[in-house]
Each structure stands twice: as C-alpha cells, then as structure tokens.
C-alpha cells in the first residue's frame, strides 16, 4: 500500500495532540501526516479569559507549531480551511485543495448566540488568541476615552458579561484583577467601573457545586462585580443590552463592552461538510469516528459524546479533547495495520475554574479545593496540558509558576 495521507485540521488541543501522538507511534516513512492551521502558533484557548483581561500577555498564551512537531515526520500548512466535503474527500484551503486517507477534523468552537438579535454584531468573544488581544484593547481603549470625555458617559466603564459559566466567570476573575491596575493608569476612580454578570439560570455555574459556587460568587462581589441571575439577556445594540428581569418586564444595562460568554457550537466548517451534525457538532461513534464516514475522526469541540451515566452530554472541553485525540491516533494506526479500533472512554478529573490568578474553585480528584490551592492545582493542569504536547522545555519556556 502506498504510504497513507493523515490529513489534520486545526492546531488546538485536539489537532495538535493528535500529531504529537501519530509522530511519536508512526515512523518516517509509513504516513504523511500534514497539519494545516491558521497560524503557525498554537494558542491556549483556556488562557485566553487572562489575555482578554490584560493580565497576561497574549505572547505567553502561544508557542510555535514548529517547536513541537517533527518535521520529519510531518508537514505543516499556514491556511485556513474553507471547505470540507467527506463524500470527495476533499479539504479546500487557502493554500489549495487537499486530500486525504484519514481525516481528523479539530477545527474548535465557536460562540453560541442561540439567534438573540445583535449579537453577533455588537457583543465579543473569546473566540481565539487575536479576539483576546482585541478585548483587551477594547476595554483599555474605554478607559482612556472615557477619561478624555468631557460628558464622562458612564457606559464606556460599564463592562457585561454575558453567561456565568466558566468562561464567563473566569474572565471576571481576571476583569476583577485588572480593574484596580487600569483605574490607576488612567486616573478612574474604581466607584465608576461598573462589571455586571446576567446569567439566565437559576444559579452561577449551573450544574457546579452549590458550596463552591457560593464561594466564587462571595470572592468576585468583594472585586465589586455584580450579578443578574434568573434574567437572560434578549437584545443588544450598539448601545448596550435588554436583559428580561420578568414576565414582560426589561431593563437595558448601557455598556460599550459585553462580553458574550453563553456557550459554544462547534465549527461553521461541519454543517456543510456532508457530516450529520447538530450545531455543528457531530455525535462520533465510540471510537471517534464520523457516522458513515470510516476514515474521517472528529476530535474536541466539534465532537458530541454523550455521558449516559450522567444522562447529559460530556461538556466541551480541552481535557476531553485531548483524551480523544491520544485515542484518534492509536485508532488512525489501528486502521492502517487493518486492526480493530478501540473505544475513546473519557476519564474525567474533575474541574477547576479560576477567579483570577490567585484564586480559583475545584471539584477535582474527590475533593473540593478554594483559595490558593484550587489555584496552584489549576496551574499544575495547565503546565500538566503543555507538557503533554511538549514536554518539559515547553513547560520551562510557557509554564505557569506563580504559585502565592
Ligand atoms: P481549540 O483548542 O480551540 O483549537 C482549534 C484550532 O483550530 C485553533 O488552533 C484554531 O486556530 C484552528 N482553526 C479554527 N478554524 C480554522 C480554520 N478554518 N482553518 C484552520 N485552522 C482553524 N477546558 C478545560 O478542559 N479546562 C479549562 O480550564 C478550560 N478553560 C477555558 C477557558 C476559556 C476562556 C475558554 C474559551 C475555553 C476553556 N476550556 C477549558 C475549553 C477548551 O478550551 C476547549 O474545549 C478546547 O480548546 C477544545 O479543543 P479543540 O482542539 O477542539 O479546539
Ligand atoms: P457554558 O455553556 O458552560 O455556560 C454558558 C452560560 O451562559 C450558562 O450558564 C447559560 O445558562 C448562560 N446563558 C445562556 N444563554 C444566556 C442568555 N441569553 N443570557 C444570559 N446567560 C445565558 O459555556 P462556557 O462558559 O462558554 O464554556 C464552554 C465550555 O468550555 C464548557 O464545556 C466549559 O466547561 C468549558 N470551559 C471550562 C473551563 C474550566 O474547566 N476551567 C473554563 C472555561 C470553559
């Protein structure tokens, strides 16, 4: 048989961990493994609440594909995918078409607006590493315009975020950090800046620990941050957002800066791919493959796997997505020695969402973490994901050691 085509699309932690893994099993001259990405870095999606907020920059969120891959072995591709059709196994990008014997699709989220009117066009996302640079900027730029207002309108200091899951409040977190720095560069007294949260839930975290949820809510309000809970958010214009505190009964919160933060679909790519998907996501089989299309894999946020035991789909995440690529590469070479595949069975360690770089809630390994050690365990899982795709020089050159 002619050497076979891995053909990878997107370098998150599902692409590249699928690569990292197909390198280290197949040698140089069995595969032709090519990685196309957008850019040539692969970014920490789960840092980017902290580059959005300012409080790191968005250099220390990204390392270059080549420092990771083996260009031996594999040949990577500076495009973006524009088209994906499965029936002609085909991959149009901008650097030309492309083909394939097996396909991992690892193309990410994108932000779910669940069809609410102007949020597309007025509200932002954390939808990749520029998206976080260019919040950032946003706010900064509110702060220095509204210092050279002469009317000082309120509503450049008015930051919302929409959604109170964990992006949401991880961002908070970090928001809540900044604030006191950005007030004293700018010369803002903090009783200006106003932060509101509206979740449309009954609760903050829906689904988390009650008691930690208690906890997060208690840490953020002490940052000055605000919650709407109960009040989905319906509309927003260039003005700021209606929020539904009622049975018809709305209140418009004036901002310039909301950050949508109400959860993910997978990517636009998959619904006109010829794979059955709902919001772009695709039910994988249980060795991660696409229904009816054996050589086409499906890894991270663009995958749906649902938890029978929990009677809910597994959540989107990256230590899912990098769990299911280990079993995308083992399954790939599987294939081609003409073995069985095996079945991808999600190990779950629990969660731990961030309130900033000093705090942080975990429900993880059994036990409940606050404080300062739910914040050094979430680093641990931070530098743990890098080293996974890079080893230790990965660690030691992106790693995260401000443990106090
Ligand atoms: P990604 O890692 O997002 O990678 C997708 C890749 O595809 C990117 O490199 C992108 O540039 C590329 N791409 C996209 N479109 C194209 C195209 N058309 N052409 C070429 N390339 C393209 N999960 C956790 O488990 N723990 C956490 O602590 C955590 N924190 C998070 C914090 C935030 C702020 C956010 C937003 C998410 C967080 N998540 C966390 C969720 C986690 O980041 C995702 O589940 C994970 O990134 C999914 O991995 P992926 O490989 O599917 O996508
Ligand atoms: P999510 O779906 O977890 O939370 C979205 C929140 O938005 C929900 O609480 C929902 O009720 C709320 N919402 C929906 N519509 C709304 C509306 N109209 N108005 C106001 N609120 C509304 O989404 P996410 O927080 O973006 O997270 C996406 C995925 O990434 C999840 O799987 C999450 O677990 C994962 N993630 C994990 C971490 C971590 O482990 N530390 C951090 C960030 C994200």
Request: net charge negative.
């Amino acid at each position: 048989m002619n050497k076979p085509t891995i053909l990878v699309l997107g370098a998150g932690y599902g692409g590249l961990t699928t690569v990292v893994n197909l390198q280290k099993q197949l040698g140089e001259n069995e595969a032709d493994i090519v990685l196309v990405n957008k850019n040539d870095y692969h970014y920490e999606t789960t840092w980017l609440h902290e580059a959005a907020a300012g409080t790191i920059a968005a250099s220390k969120a990204r390392y270059d594909i080549s420092n990771v891959v083996n260009h031996s072995k594999v040949s990577f591709v500076k495009a973006t995918v524009q088209q994906i059709n499965v029936q002609e196994k085909k991959v149009i990008t901008t650097d030309g078409d492309m083909t394939y014997d097996y396909l991992v699709i690892a193309l990410g989220s994108e932000g779910e607006t669940f069809g609410i009117p102007g949020l597309d066009k007025y509200a932002l996302s954390l939808t990749s590493l520029n998206a976080a640079r260019n919040i950032r900027e946003h706010i900064e730029y509110q702060f220095a315009s509204w210092s050279l207002d002469e009317e000082k309108d309120d509503s450049k200091l008015t930051f919302v975020v929409g959604g109170a899951g964990f992006t949401g409040i991880e961002f908070l977190g970090e928001l809540g950090n900044r604030v006191p720095t950005l007030c004293k560069e700018f010369n803002v007294s903090q009783e200006k800046v106003r932060i509101l949260c509206v979740e449309a839930a009954p609760m903050v975290l829906p689904g988390f620990d009650e008691e930690l949820v208690e906890y997060a809510v208690a840490q953020l309000k002490k940052k000055g941050i605000e919650f709407s809970i109960g009040t989905p958010v319906v509309e927003a214009t260039p003005e700021g957002v209606k929020i539904k505190v009622a049975e018809n009964e709305f209140e418009f919160v004036k901002s310039r800066t909301v950050l949508w933060a109400a959860g993910v679909r997978g990517n636009h790519l998959i619904e006109t791919s010829g794979i059955e998907n709902n919001r772009a996501r695709v039910r994988v089989e249980q060795d991660m493959r696409a229904p009816n299309f054996d050589d086409v894999f499906v890894v991270g946020d663009c995958a749906f796997l649902f938890n029978e035991e929990a009677d809910r789909p597994y959540p989107p995440t990256a230590q899912i997505a990098m769990q299911q690529a280990v079993v995308v590469a083992i399954n790939i070479v599987r294939l081609m020695k003409g073995e069985e595949t095996v079945a991808f069975v999600p190990e779950l360690k629990g969660s731990v969402c961030s309130l900033g770089h000093n705090d942080a809630i975990g429900d993880a390994l059994g036990r409940k973490f606050t404080g300062k050690s739910a914040s050094a365990l979430k680093k641990v899982i931070d530098n743990r994901a890098l080293f996974l795709v890079g080893g230790p020089s990965l660690v030691a050159k992106k790693g995260k050691f401000r443990f106090l």
